[in-house]
């Protein structure tokens, strides 16, 4: 008997006893590996297939990228999960604690990782004597478990900074007790795995999904623009933040030494090697597209290439360095119905807050402002292109409805607003019909956003694709992407001064958006640049640990959670439309931003961490948990 199982990496078939260990991977959860674990060396590492197949289950620790139903944009100002009693608000509301932690997705859990790093430990030590005879193949699974316990670990380390380095797998009997590491000697680890990785798949075939020279030098610039920022600088960080200053343990999350404009200097090296080894999507461009094929290089660039809707660009798969190739679980297949809008029978999961939407600037450059009487009266007008591929919107055209809706929207218009009905109620007050999108709907009146947004990125715009449980929605998580380092670059280069080449390539991307060049200089460039990297990667896990790097998380994470009321009062003269639909001739339309009640969101400076879990503290008595818990 044989089983199909498509991870993100290749299409395996895998008979006789592999089908028992990796059956599991039809559920939602992560793989069990330890029985593969446990198979006899003679039987694993004596045959090349068997040892490729060991270490195709070490990438399944990667899980679904960001496709969780809950995803870590909505631990930021970028969006908020709109279904309550899933311990979000624990993190959000400051109240997480060892033994009351908050939503943790597996692909950065404590626990997780380690049983990930343990089952890269045991290829790495077996792979040495193993005794296939196909040289390459070694080499190249050993540089494939190197980028993987680096990938794991710098896991950790962004999370809960310097952790427990463990470098062999540990049998049943021993004594699990190692205390954390330094953060200086985390990132040492983390890069000495890098290097090696980078050695051993020099030269070798790449494939979709799996770990190439290119992935492990563009996750050392990431790795290496983290260690340079201000975060991990004591004195700096210490500085910004009563409870780090009163932490006796600084060096576990941050240098206590050295010379952090060398670092800075490291980042922006790393970085340029990956620039000068690929090029990405249409970053050579020299003026700015038009609007229309900006908003569809954006679209292009987040399905990856992959979709059948017109104006998709399969190019755009060039923009990818590392991703999880092919969807595999549940999450992946019904990513879009869990974030889409509940007139379409989806679920409006991570719905984006006023916060983000508001940071995408007008189409001329300016941002975009409440208090301009022009903005305030249409607010979804001449915005930066990628506003119109991030975001779904009152008015915004999306797909057909399904069947049991189309009647009562055969305009394919998301509607999140009330509606001027044309008749009053017996104290002659206007009647108001609640869109189709709303948390009145007609349709579903649970599944609904509470911003009155939602988020389109990652959605399939092919009207074939429909955004149920009977449709497959794939596409690839990007774990790194190309921008991403262009972005990187540009951040170290800011840092050491080199502010022509930062706007070059800053320049670049906005071309590629169809956003005017910037000119700006010294600290408005530095804003800049943070807010195109916020709009760039909205979505794509960055942000959370941006606003962290730069010490600005107080600002972000602690602003009110706003949303957006729409109103359409008819004009004088003018019937209802029935079906409605967005007509600015037949309706006025009143946009009121208001504040959404549903989290009471903080920061408190111990969030620069995340808690180590009490029953890890209770397994591991050398343990030294992170400041302010």
């Known amino acids: 008997m044989s089983i199909l199982y498509k991870t993100g990496f290749r299409l395996l078939t895998v008979v006789g006893i592999f089908t028992m260990l990796l059956v599991s991977a039809c559920d939602d959860e992560f793989l069990n590996t330890e029985p593969l674990g446990s198979i006899s060396s003679q039987a694993t590492w004596g045959d090349g297939p068997l040892a490729e197949a060991f270490v195709f289950n070490v990438y399944t620790f990667l899980g679904r990228g960001g496709f969780d139903e809950q995803m870590l944009a909505s631990l930021t100002d970028e969006a908020l999960f709109t279904h309550p009693g899933r311990r979000i608000d624990i993190f959000n509301e400051g109240n997480e604690a060892p033994d009351n932690t908050a939503w943790t997705s597996g692909t950065y859990s404590y626990g997780n990782m380690y049983s990930a790093i343990r089952q ?66 985390t990132i040492d680890f983390i890069l000495a795995d890098l290097e090696n990785a980078i050695t051993m798949l020099e030269g070798k075939p790449t494939a979709s999904g799996r770990a190439s020279m290119l992935s492990a030098q563009a996750l050392k610039a990431r790795v290496l623009l983290y ?30 030494s050295g010379d952090q404009e060398q670092r800075w200097r490291d980042a922006r090296d790393a970085a340029r090697v990956v620039l000068d080894a690929t090029n990405g999507y249409k970053l050579d461009l020299t003026a700015p597209v038009s609007a229309e094929e ?32 092919v969807a595999s679980t ?54 930066d292109p990628r506003f119109y591929a991030n975001f779904l919107y009152d008015g915004a055209p999306w797909k057909p409805r399904p069947a049991d809706v189309a009647a009562r929207d055969p305009y394919d218009e998301v509607q999140t607003g009330a ?15 609640p869109g189709l999108d709303t948390r009145e709907s007609s349709v579903e ?28 929605n794939t596409l690839p998580w990007p774990f790194i992407r190309y921008t991403e380092v262009v972005l990187n670059y540009i951040e170290a280069s800011l840092e050491v001064g080199a502010e022509s080449e930062a706007l070059d390539w800053l320049n670049r991307i906005r ?33 959370y640990h941006d606003v962290r790097r730069w010490l600005i998380a107080e600002e972000t994470q602690g602003r009110p959670l706003m949303g957006i009321d729409v109103t359409a009062n008819l004009k004088e003269g003018q019937s209802a439309h029935d079906p409605y639909h967005y007509d600015t001739d037949v309706y006025n339309y009143i946009y009121e931003p ?27 008595e050398l343990l030294i948990q992170n400041p302010g818990y």
């Open 227 to 256: 260690a340079a920022s201000d975060e991990h600088d004591a004195t700096k960080l210490q500085a910004a933040s009563p409870t780090m200053s009163q932490y006796g343990n600084i060096e576990l999350v941050a240098y206590t």
């Open 419 to 433: 509606y001027d009905s044309g008749n009053t109620n017996d104290s002659g007050e206007t009647v108001y019909i």
């Open 511 to 543: 071309y590629r958006a169809g956003m005017p060049e910037i000119t700006e200089s010294g600290d408005d460039l530095v804003d800049r640049y943070r807010n195109e990297r916020r709009i760039e990667l909205a979505y794509e896990e960055h942000r």
């Open 445 to 472: 009146d649970w599944n609904g956003s509470r911003t009155h947004y939602y988020s389109r990125k990652f959605s399939d715009p092919d009207p074939a694709v429909v955004d149920n449980t009977s449709n497959f």
């Open 330 to 383: 549940y999450n992946e297949i019904l990513f879009a119905m869990f974030n889409g809008p509940n007139g379409y029978h989806n679920w409006a999961g991570n719905t984006p807050i006023g916060a983000l939407v508001d940071d995408f600037e007008m189409m001329d450059g300016t941002p975009f402002d409440w208090d301009n009487e022009d903005h305030a009266e249409a607010p979804y007008t001449d915005r």
């Open 120 to 185: 890269a430990n045991i290829a790495l030590q077996e792979l040495p004597t193993s005794t296939f005879t196909d040289d390459e193949l070694r080499e190249r699974l050993m540089g494939e478990s190197h980028f993987l316990r680096a990938y794991y670990y710098h896991q950790l380390a962004r999370f809960y900074g310097g952790v427990p380095l463990i470098s062999t797998p540990y049998g049943l009997d021993e004594d699990y007790s190692i205390a954390r590491s330094t953060w200086a000697e």
């Open 294 to 325: 900006g908003t569809m290089n954006h679209i292009s660039i987040y399905m990856g290439g992959g979709s059948a809707a017109p104006g998709v660009d399969a190019q755009a798969s060039s923009e990818l360095i590392f991703e999880r190739a």
């Open 594 to 620: 208001t504040v959404v009640p549903e989290e009471d969101r903080m920061w408190d400076d111990k969030m620069f961490f995340r808690p180590i879990d009490r029953n890890e503290m209770n397994r591991n």
